[in-house]
């Protein structure tokens, strides 16, 4: 393999990283997203990193399209086919109200209304044995009201149909015959897991958004050019952290959910391998939101549960995602004033178009790019990625039309803004960590996105983090981390166990059935990879409880049910702050992934220099303001122009192409061997 390019499409920028196997050399391209056709800003932006398709074997894509259609629902008209007796189900979810006090509480709301909601007579038990036949007649007669109705896409959730799903694929051998054209989606092909509500809800999106998302893969693949091999191969970034076929996204869209933020998630790991780091803080600042995860272990953090929406009045989601908390916070989030008096920033951002103030493209409200113009943080006439060049007039105007409303001074309006920006990023890291036991102060902060190191040294105060990672390339950083990925396929197979008296034998035969479904699922993609490694994991509760713990399984020969218990009791206290190791316990779910292993891009090493950086990498000054100490004069220097072993302190400006770290007064930084900026972050601003 010669060469291998990733694609990240995100709300304001679409990244383009290029790895070339035969000089470990990385080139970028960054260029504004094209919300009208994201095709053009993905062939621009392999134009801009100088990809060509004669020595490129593979383009990983990764995209924010899944989770776009969701949030502003703009996806197909689509009905769901249930069986008889359960219509209501995806329209009543679950019978609680997380903010008890709130007036002006609202459900969730479906994606399917309920005239849209057809039922079918038939019935399988929770042991997968059959009580009503299917109803031939009635799901003909369902499929020709479909087909009269216009309907682009169909979801199909008959009862316990993860145990046994022959009915549901007799339903879809029924649309296929009377509706052809019809976008069709299964339970049994999404989810094989049990809860009605959830794994309605799964599919129903599913079959919301795969029209659309299907159209764009193929128009994608189509617009991509090739050799006569037919390569470069097109595979896509899902939420779980690996790659899959072309295909296999376009029948299964919502496995891309969260597929750029999981790239960063994987390249942090790989980092951290590097750095002798066994637990981090991944955090991704971008022109939209800002992203925050924590790794363990060197592991995949997988959530247990995913909302599109939030908890509260969100849809929610049973497939592998990373576990990623996600705030309305990025370079593009506009500042306003609510009516109180009170200033914001976010959720609403200026995004791709027209963008911030500074971009001089027609934006008029303050940005934080904005306010990082008017302090000095990014220079008043500096040119960014893609051809703009800032322009700092326009960024004054806009704060300045905020700070006349509050009273304020623009230099005061700006630091406000940029504080409330990073007390609201500190809150989605403190969301994975704080709110789950975790100390954030024990961990290295890794910061990337467009805007992550930009604002990282005031985030990390905010936490009382010292130990800061700026990766290379930090603003295509995701992009990069869909380099280092796997191929990966995913199965969970419910069907309750209890501990006590399981045959041991008998689960590793479940076990090896499940790694034979993913393995099959690797080939069927078309995709080479070198082998074939399996995770195993179970969803495990004490008697009696109602929600469950996934644990990694142990080798089952000689002992493993024991070993299991003991996983699980340690796991549920770590979770919970206490486990009952003589209560019974049971395995709900099984949960196999099979990782098929690409090559992997090693990165060239950096020459070394002196303690103190060339004068090569020094690159001028310019004044910012800082809090506690009012304006600095402060040194600015060429990432790459610095070398391993070069160590400076703040305040200082480390500048690339696609990014600028900040370090404030009381920061240090040094530069290891790969390039990675290593920060102490100190107590001042």
């Known amino acids: 393999m010669a060469r291998r390019v990733a694609v990240d499409i995100g709300g304001t920028f679409t990244d383009v990283v290029s790895y070339d196997y035969l000089s470990r050399e990385i080139t970028v391209g960054k260029t504004l997203s094209t919300p009208d056709d994201l095709i053009e800003g993905i062939l621009s932006g392999l134009t801009l990193s100088g990809t060509g398709i004669d020595d490129t074997e593979m383009i990983i894509h990764g995209s924010t399209v899944v989770i776009n259609a969701l949030i502003e629902r703009h996806g197909a008209q689509t009905a769901l086919v249930t069986t008889e007796g359960f219509r209501d189900v995806y329209e009543i979810g679950r019978i609680n109200r997380p903010d008890a006090f709130n007036l002006s509480f609202r459900r969730h709301r479906p994606l399917v209304p309920r005239e849209r909601v057809f039922e079918v007579p038939e019935r399988i038990d929770a042991r997968g044995e059959v009580l009503t036949p299917f109803d031939e007649a009635a799901a003909h007669a369902i499929a020709r009201r479909l087909r009269e109705s216009g309907v682009e896409a169909v979801a ?17 051998e029924i649309l296929r015959e009377e509706c052809p054209g019809l976008y069709i989606s299964i339970s049994s092909d999404i989810t094989r897991e049990y809860r009605e509500f959830e794994r309605t809800s799964t599919v129903a999106a599913n079959a919301f958004v795969g029209p659309r998302v299907s159209r764009y893969l193929r128009r994608l693949d189509d617009a991509l050019p090739r050799r006569d091999s037919g390569l470069p191969v097109l595979t896509i970034m899902q939420s779980s952290g690996g790659l899959c076929d072309v295909e296999t996204a376009r029948r299964q869209p919502i496995q891309m959910m969260e597929s750029g933020p999981a790239g960063g998630v994987v390249g942090t790991i790989d980092v951290c391998r590097t750095l002798g780091y066994e637990q981090a ?77 500074c971009y001089g493209r027609g934006g008029s409200r303050p940005t934080v790019t904005d306010a990082s113009v008017v302090l000095g943080y990014l220079p008043a006439a500096g040119e960014l990625s893609g051809g703009l060049r800032l322009n700092g007039a326009a960024a004054e105007q806009a704060v300045g039309s905020l700070s006349a409303a509050l009273g304020l001074g623009t230099v005061e309006t700006a630091t406000g803004i940029l504080a409330i920006a990073a007390a609201s990023m500190a809150n989605a890291i403190r969301a994975v960590t704080t709110e789950r036991g975790l100390d954030p102060r024990d961990f290295a902060l890794f910061a990337y996105g467009g805007n992550g190191p930009l604002h990282i040294s005031l985030i990390a105060r905010e936490l009382g983090i010292t130990r800061v990672v700026i990766p290379p390339c930090p603003a295509v950083f995701s992009a990069l981390g869909m380099l280092m990925a796997d191929l990966r396929h995913d199965v969970v197979s419910t069907g309750i166990r209890q501990l006590t008296g399981l045959d041991e034998d008998r689960l590793e035969s479940d076990l090896r059935r499940l790694e034979k479904t993913c393995h099959a699922a690797l080939l069927d993609g078309g995709v080479e990879f070198r082998e074939v490694t399996f995770v195993r994991a179970a969803d495990m509760r004490y008697l009696g409880q109602e929600h469950t713990v996934t644990v990694a399984l142990p080798p089952m020969a000689g002992g493993g049910i024991a070993a299991l218990k003991e996983r699980f009791d340690a796991e549920h206290r770590e979770r919970f702050g206490h486990s009952a190791p003589g209560e019974p316990a049971e395995i709900v779910s099984l949960r196999v992934s099979a990782v098929g292993a690409l090559s992997r891009p090693e990165l060239a090493k950096i020459s070394v220099g002196g303690r103190t950086p060339e004068d090569a990498a020094r690159t001028g000054e310019r004044d910012i303001f800082f809090p506690a100490h009012g304006i600095l004069r402060t040194p600015v220097f060429q990432r790459s122009g610095l070398l391993a072993g070069n160590q400076f302190s703040g305040p200082a400006v480390v500048e690339e192409g696609t990014a600028t770290t900040l370090l404030c007064p009381g920061d240090s930084a040094e530069v290891d061997g790969y390039a990675n900026l290593l920060l102490t972050i100190g107590g001042g601003q």
Do not use: C
């Open 281 to 357: 803080i991944a955090f991704d600042m971008g022109g939209t939101t800002a992203k925050a995860s924590v790794i363990r272990n060197l592991t995949f953090p997988q959530a247990s549960d995913y909302f599109v929406g939030g908890y509260a009045e969100g849809l929610p989601i049973r497939v592998p995602v990373l576990d990623i908390v996600e705030v309305g916070t990025g370079g593009g989030s506009i500042a306003w004033r609510d009516e109180a008096g009170g200033i914001h920033v976010g959720p609403r951002s200026a995004g791709a178009v027209p963008g911030p103030a």
């Open 156 to 172: 199909v959730v008959f009862l316990h149909s993860y145990r046994e799903p022959a009915h549901e694929l007799r339903m879809a």
